[in-house]
């Protein structure tokens, strides 16, 4: 972000070391449920007739759920109009009281708003459909090819880490992700555990980086 704008950084990736990743939650594309919007062709069709009128809420200026909707406005050819808030939550709460018209949430914080019957869902922003919300198509199905959008998280070291130490932390965390109790937390939190270890993951992590400053850069420096 910082070499974008022209500032100094305070890290680079290189700085990293990846020992594997446990989870890549896609963003969702959630509405309210008395929204006229059944699905994405309505919601784009709607935002041509509209410019800047479709609101939405995010967590921040480049946070997820903004650079998330900025990629598929981009990929749509739609303008919406960005309302920043302090959080998701303040975010989704926004979209909750009516505040905004729509929302690039993550899976856990909105699948129960979802089966609550508040919001509606119209697509996931990955590779493929999500197993909770398996009638949701993704952008990608939809024909938007480059609208491709994570919330994930994973094990670094520092690069400097010597091999036989990350060896070790790749070998505990493959087995850590089978433990029961860790299955059952991430279950409750409905986040899936998607794992890929140290070289599926450093490939994961190059095209996650790419999209993403492809996306900040279709954005541009917001004022």
């Known amino acids: 972000m910082d070499s974008l704008f022209g500032r100094p950084s305070t890290y680079k990736l290189k700085d990293f070391a990846p020992i594997a990743l446990l989870s890549a939650d896609p963003t969702i594309l959630v509405v309210k449920k008395e929204s006229p919007w059944k699905n994405v062709a309505d919601f784009v069709a709607d935002a041509k007739k509209r410019p800047n009128e479709?609101?939405?809420?995010?967590?921040?200026?480049?946070?997820?759920?903004?650079v998330a909707m900025e990629m598929f406005a981009h990929a749509?050819?739609?303008?919406?109009?960005?309302?920043?808030?302090?959080?998701?939550?303040?975010?989704?709460?926004?979209?909750?009281?009516?505040?905004?018209?729509?929302?690039?949430?993550?899976?856990?914080?909105?699948?129960?708003?979802?089966?609550?019957?508040?919001?509606?869902v119209l697509a996931n922003w990955g590779d493929k459909r999500l197993g909770a919300l398996p009638d949701v198509p993704t952008f990608k199905e939809l024909g938007y090819?480059?609208?491709?959008?994570?919330?994930?998280?994973?094990?670094?070291?520092?690069?400097?880490?010597?091999?036989a130490a990350i060896k070790i932390l790749r070998e505990a965390t493959a087995k850590a992700?089978?433990?029961?109790?860790?299955?059952?937390?991430?279950?409750?939190?409905?986040?899936?555990?998607?794992?890929?270890?140290?070289?599926?993951?450093?490939?994961?992590?190059?095209?996650?980086?790419?999209?993403?400053?492809?996306?900040?850069?279709?954005?541009?420096?917001?004022q």
């Not at 479709?54 to 903004?66: D, E």
């Open 54 to 66: 479709i609101k939405y809420s995010s967590s921040g200026v480049y946070g997820t759920m903004h």
């Open 76 to 120: 749509a050819g739609i303008k919406l109009r960005h309302i920043p808030t302090g959080g998701g939550g303040p975010a989704l709460t926004s979209l909750l009281g009516g505040h905004v018209d729509a929302l690039a949430g993550g899976p856990n914080v909105s699948i129960p708003h979802i089966k609550a019957g508040t919001l509606r």
């Open 145 to 163: 090819k480059d609208v491709e959008f994570y919330i994930w998280s994973g094990f670094f070291a520092p690069a400097a880490t010597p091999p």
């Open 177 to 222: 992700v089978q433990v029961p109790d860790f299955k059952a937390a991430m279950e409750k939190m409905e986040t899936p555990i998607y794992y890929l270890d140290a070289p599926e993951f450093q490939k994961f992590w190059d095209q996650d980086a790419e999209r993403l400053i492809k996306a900040v850069r279709n954005i541009g420096k917001v």
